[in-house]
């Protein structure tokens, strides 16, 4: 049986990796854009082909998936001129690996669905490197058939691949994870950067933590910075930000309150707003110690 077409749209880091992925196992992508061309000039050397837009991507390929930061760029691929929308046909699917906002991609579906279309949202777990290995945890969901049908794509690039029901529930899923790790991450930034305030030792801090059921892989994280001067999540402050403010808009959109979340959104904004967006988030321990005794402007 014939592989299907891939178009991919979004060639970062992770994008990138992801290609070369489906690439060596033997698809036939077509690429579009990012301000970087490093990505799509690997992509073309490898024998894939640059498209001309969204448009016609969508109309030359069976599956499209789309890896970009934000809702607004996912939207802007799917809805702009010459865009995703005006290519797509009876029976394509659309993937969307990025962490989005559920309101979002709900109305994306609607709107493909209207021409016959499928789109699924697949986050992703892990990093480049994974990727390029076809090692990522991918948390897909919406119509399973579909799903069925692309789950084989899916494998290659993914260890764990998982559908978690209907659409929407992916993106939902990662919000709340990425919630839940950065209130951690940002938890223990803070316990670190007191236990210096103090004159209290970070490792006997640690140990008395990890002794007892606090203890977890995002502690570890920022104790192998904390401790070793390991950055082991290559997860940047500027996309923390944006991952804990998509959950905040996601609680908003289903009128509720989220009073945990702010704390963490307000470190994180600060952080980034006064130039440090590009530190990873391990490094939000050197940030707090820094900025212990300041008051939020």
Same mark, same amino acid.
């Given at each position: 049986?014939s592989?299907?077409?891939?178009?991919?749209i979004?060639?970062?880091?992770m994008?990138?990796?992801?290609?070369?992925?489906?690439?060596?196992a033997?698809?036939t #992508?077509?690429? +579009?854009g990012?301000?970087?061309?490093?990505?799509i000039e690997?992509?073309?050397a490898?024998?894939?082909?640059?498209?001309?837009s !969204?448009?016609?991507?969508?109309?030359a390929?069976?599956i $499209?998936?789309?890896c970009?930061g934000t809702?607004d760029?996912?939207?802007?691929r799917?809805?702009?001129?010459?865009?995703?929308?005006?290519?797509?046909?009876?029976g394509? $699917?659309?993937?969307?690996?990025?962490?989005s906002l559920?309101a979002?991609?709900?109305?994306?579906?609607?709107d493909?669905?209207e021409?016959?279309?499928?789109?699924?949202d697949?986050? +992703?777990g892990r990093?480049?490197?994974h !990727?390029?290995?076809g090692?990522?945890?991918?948390?897909? !969901?919406?119509?399973?058939?579909?799903?069925?049908?692309?789950?084989?794509?899916?494998d290659?690039?993914g260890e764990?691949?998982f559908h978690l029901g209907?659409?929407?529930?992916?993106?939902t899923i990662?919000?709340?994870?990425?919630?839940?790790?950065m209130?951690?991450a940002m938890?223990m930034?803070?316990?670190?950067?007191m236990?210096?305030?103090?004159?209290?030792?970070?490792?006997? #801090?640690?140990?008395?933590?990890?002794?007892g059921?606090?203890?977890s892989?995002?502690? &570890?994280?920022?104790?192998?910075?904390?401790? &070793?001067?390991q950055?082991?999540?290559a997860?940047s402050?500027t996309?923390?930000a944006?991952? $804990?403010?998509?959950?905040?808009?996601m609680?908003?959109? #289903?009128?509720?309150?989220?009073?945990?979340?702010?704390?963490p959104?307000a470190?994180?904004?600060e952080?980034?707003?006064?130039?440090?967006?590009d +530190?990873?988030?391990?490094q939000?321990?050197d940030?707090?110690?820094?900025?212990l005794?300041?008051?939020r402007?």
């Amino acid at each position: 049986m014939s592989k299907p077409s891939i178009g991919f749209i979004g060639l970062g880091l992770m994008g990138r990796a992801m290609v070369e992925c489906l690439q060596n196992a033997g698809y036939t #992508l077509s690429v +579009l854009g990012h301000r970087d061309r490093s990505g799509i000039e690997e992509a073309v050397a490898r024998g894939g082909t640059e498209a001309a837009s !969204a448009k016609a991507m969508a109309e030359a390929s069976d599956i $499209v998936m789309i890896c970009v930061g934000t809702s607004d760029q996912v939207e802007g691929r799917i809805y702009g001129p010459d865009g995703v929308l005006e290519g797509t046909r009876e029976g394509q $699917v659309i993937i969307d690996f990025g962490t989005s906002l559920p309101a979002s991609t709900l109305k994306i579906g609607a709107d493909l669905a209207e021409k016959g279309a499928t789109y699924l949202d697949a986050p +992703l777990g892990r990093t480049p490197a994974h !990727a390029r290995d076809g090692l990522l945890n991918i948390m897909c !969901a919406g119509d399973e058939a579909a799903f069925d049908r692309v789950k084989p794509v899916l494998d290659t690039l993914g260890e764990n691949v998982f559908h978690l029901g209907k659409l929407g529930n992916g993106h939902t899923i990662k919000l709340i994870n990425n919630f839940y790790a950065m209130t951690t991450a940002m938890a223990m930034s803070e316990a670190f950067a007191m236990a210096d305030a103090a004159g209290i030792e970070r490792g006997a #801090l640690y140990g008395v933590l990890a002794a007892g059921p606090n203890h977890s892989g995002m502690m &570890d994280f920022i104790r192998n910075y904390a401790m &070793d001067g390991q950055v082991d999540l290559a997860f940047s402050v500027t996309n923390a930000a944006k991952d $804990v403010g998509y959950y905040k808009q996601m609680a908003d959109d #289903l009128k509720r309150h989220s009073r945990i979340s702010g704390a963490p959104l307000a470190t994180l904004i600060e952080a980034r707003d006064g130039g440090s967006g590009d +530190l990873m988030v391990p490094q939000m321990v050197d940030w707090m110690a820094r900025n212990l005794g300041k008051e939020r402007p």
